[in-house]
């Protein structure tokens, strides 16, 4: 299992370039088993989790040709309705298969999802809406077993919580049910448009994009497309964090800051200076104050940068409340930051960081992948050397964090065990 090892304090300086959006192509790829026509997708980012993705779907009988980044799909070649759990269990993202396999196949065995350990994280919404729209589904051995007898059925459909993942599942589902499905209290989060662009690009029909309220009206064929996602907000968040905990000049590039426009909003409300650009946001050597941030689905704070905000303002001085809303366990990270000498205590949901204490580097686990990112931040901005195990969380979402983070300037090794 490979380590970081960092040796900090690190000063950031110059450009770094943000990857493709890991959490708009998975569904995307997902998506690429509605269609039996070429699919070519560019920019695709060399990760864990992109790449069971590709494993999954050429498992179910997808062409899959790889030229670098850019990936061509046959996916009129699909000969399986199955999702094993040997690649299921690692990702949770494996779920938004169900709605496409089912699409296509009339039939999905689809293994119950595992992922990042951050909470119960149930699929009901996913089941039970697509139960609205006519399949039959039954759940055994930590299977779920999907059938239909025709096309699915356009439906009505609202959603108790706006979850991403069952938002982007339905969404899917729909684009070949017969008549229109209405999804209401629909996630907002860019991905979903990300999705929802790229299956119109293919010959979709998703209306509302950017709304609560989306309409799918149901289709009979797609066309060949070529399409590249969106740039990776919560990486660059992950970056900006690092330059405003190691008080660096740096620039973020390559991806849309309104997508982080919450984010940006509250760090220039804590004191940090951040010039925003088209596809771009330059952040200068700032001194913060203190905060109360609540995540909550977007256009709220991000729960996939809660991680990396706490390990902020460890460096902030005064008292911080973070409360996470979305997942009830995601803060495996504290008891890591702790051993760095932070001092974060947790009480329910809410974490109670008294900030602006000096860290000290020590031999530090990754947990989950956020968690991991936080860690790395912490890392460089504490004295001496941390030694981050279990690098592979990290690599599950973050495209060649160490080379980014050392052409930046940081003291950052990858060792292989
Ligand atoms: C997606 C993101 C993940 C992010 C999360 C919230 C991907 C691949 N992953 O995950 O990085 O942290 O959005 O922004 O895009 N829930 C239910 N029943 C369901 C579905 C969800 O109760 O059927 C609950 C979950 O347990 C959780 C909350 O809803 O508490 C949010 O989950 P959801 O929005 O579905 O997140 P994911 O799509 O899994």
Excluded: W
């Excluded at 996630?187 to 299956?199: K, R, V």
């Excluded at 940068?305 to 995601?330: P, S």
């Amino acid at each position: 299992m490979d380590k970081l090892i960092i040796t900090g304090p690190c000063r950031l300086s110059g450009t770094v370039t943000i990857s493709k959006a890991k959490n708009a192509y998975l569904p995307i790829l997902a998506g690429v088993l509605l269609s039996d026509k070429k699919i070519v997708l560019n920019e695709v980012p060399n990760l864990r989790d992109i790449n069971t993705m590709l494993t999954l779907l050429g498992n179910l009988g997808v062409g899959i040709t790889r030229n670098g980044k850019t990936i061509t799909f046959d996916p009129s070649t699909l000969s399986s309705h199955e999702a094993t759990y040997d690649l299921v269990k690692t990702m949770r993202a494996s779920i938004f298969t169900l709605g496409p396999i089912l699409t296509r196949m009339k039939k999905a065995k689809v293994s119950l999802p595992g992922g990042c350990a951050i909470g119960t994280r149930p699929i009901d919404l996913h089941l039970s809406n697509l139960e609205k729209m006519g399949a039959k589904i039954t759940l055994e051995g930590g299977y779920v077993y999907a059938e239909t007898d025709g096309p699915l059925k356009g439906a009505n459909l609202l959603l108790a919580f706006p979850s991403v993942g069952a938002t982007e599942n339905l969404m899917m589902a729909a684009v070949f049910a017969e008549g229109k499905t209405v999804i209401e209290n629909a996630a907002l989060e860019p991905e979903i448009d990300d999705l929802a662009n790229f299956l119109n690009a293919m010959g979709a029909k998703v209306s509302g994009i950017g709304s609560t309220r989306l309409e799918i009206e149901g289709v009979k064929t797609l066309n060949e497309v070529e399409y590249t996602a969106i740039g990776d907000r919560i990486e660059a968040a992950t970056y900006i964090m690092a330059a405003l905990a190691t008080g660096s000049n740096v620039k973020v590039e390559g991806f849309n800051p309104a997508h982080l426009e919450f984010v940006i909003d509250l760090l220039k409300e804590m004191g940090a200076k951040i010039n925003i650009g088209d596809n771009f946001v330059e952040i200068s050597e700032s001194s913060l104050n203190s905060a109360r941030i609540d995540t909550a689905p977007f256009p709220g704070f991000p729960t996939d940068v809660q991680a990396q905000m706490m390990a902020l303002v460890t460096q902030v001085k005064g008292n911080t409340i973070i409360t996470e809303h979305i997942f009830e366990n995601r803060f495996m990270h504290v008891p890591e930051l702790n051993r760095l000498g932070a001092s974060i205590e947790l009480r329910g949901n809410s974490a109670f960081i008294d900030g602006g204490h000096p860290l000290k580097g020590a031999p530090v686990m990754c947990t989950d992948l956020r968690a991991s990112a936080a860690l790395v931040i912490a890392a460089l901005a504490s004295e001496g050397k941390t030694e981050i195990d279990r690098v592979y969380h990290l690599d599950r979402g973050y495209e060649n964090l160490d080379q980014k983070f050392k052409k930046l300037g940081a003291n950052i090794e990858r060792i292989g065990n």
